[in-house]
T-cell receptor, first 114, second 112 residues
Framework: DADVTQTPRNRITKTGKRIMLECSQT?????MYWYRQDPGLGLRLIYYSFDVKDINKGEISDGYSVSRQAQAKFSLSLESAIPNQTALYFC?????????????FGPGTRLTVL | AQSVTQLGSHVSVSEGALVLLRCNYSSSVPPYLFWYVQYPNQGLQLLLKYTSAATLVKGINDFEAEFKKSETSFHLTKPSAHMSDAAEYFCAVNTGFQKLVFGTGTRLLVSP
């Protein structure tokens, strides 16, 4: 039973379409994150949320938006998808509090924009 | 700003050989450092973490890493590679603002 789930796991769409990627977690964590992974670039942070009312931009937020519907749900939207948003997208969670920030990752969503 | 550099996008070893994956960090605050592994078609799993306790950190599957402040390094090692170790490995550093910054990853290839 997965603690962090992502839907869909794979998606192919066309340029200009609106796409939503969903993340749910049963870990009870307050903090949630969205990353994209590109070959040779590692993981880059798109958005993060420390609680339902706290949403922050990461290093590459342009072209993306997010919604934190509940403590357990954090959605990533591409308002008008473009080909260079083709990537592997990961959701992650972590506990609240000082100190280190171990993050727990979902299985990823592979998005292809044609 | 915090950052990590992973030397070598690909590392090839033979089964049974020593595995050494390099990570150097830059941090203006005492760092917390992590190694994650990504197996094909899966998400990232935590291998081990350094949180300012012991400088030699042991993780899962016989991996370990040593924090060396003088060298700003946190290299990952395993005495004897197994075919199942073939994966991509990411080093990450805590930014001090409850975010992680990841390296670009090193793909480990293990040949029989």
């Amino acid at each position: 039973d997965a603690d962090v789930t992502q839907t869909p796991r794979n998606r192919i769409t066309k340029t200009g379409k609106r796409i939503m990627l969903e993340c749910s977690q049963t870990k009870g964590h307050d903090r949630m994150y969205w990353y994209r992974q590109d070959p040779g670039l590692g993981l880059r942070l798109i958005y993060y949320s420390f609680d339902v009312k706290d949403i922050n931009k990461g290093e590459i937020s342009d072209g993306y938006s997010v919604s934190r519907q509940a403590q357990a749900k954090f959605s990533l939207s591409l308002e008008s998808a473009i080909p260079n948003q083709t990537a592997l997208y990961f959701c992650a969670t972590s506990v609240e509090g000082p100190g280190y920030n171990e993050q727990f990752f979902g299985p990823g969503t592979r998005l292809t924009v044609l | 700003a915090q950052s990590v550099t992973q030397l070598g996008s690909h590392v090839s070893v033979s089964e049974g050989a020593l595995v050494l994956l390099r990570c150097n960090y830059s941090s203006s605050v005492p760092p917390y450092l992590f190694w994650y592994v990504q197996y094909p078609n899966q998400g990232l799993q935590l291998l081990l973490k350094y949180t300012s306790a012991a400088t030699l950190v042991k993780g899962i599957n016989d991996f370990e890493a040593e924090f060396k402040k003088s060298e700003t390094s946190f290299h990952l090692t395993k005495p004897s590679a197994h075919m199942s170790d073939a994966a991509e490995y990411f080093c990450a550093v805590n930014t001090g603002f409850q975010k992680l910054v990841f390296g670009t990853g090193t793909r480990l290839l293990v040949s029989p």
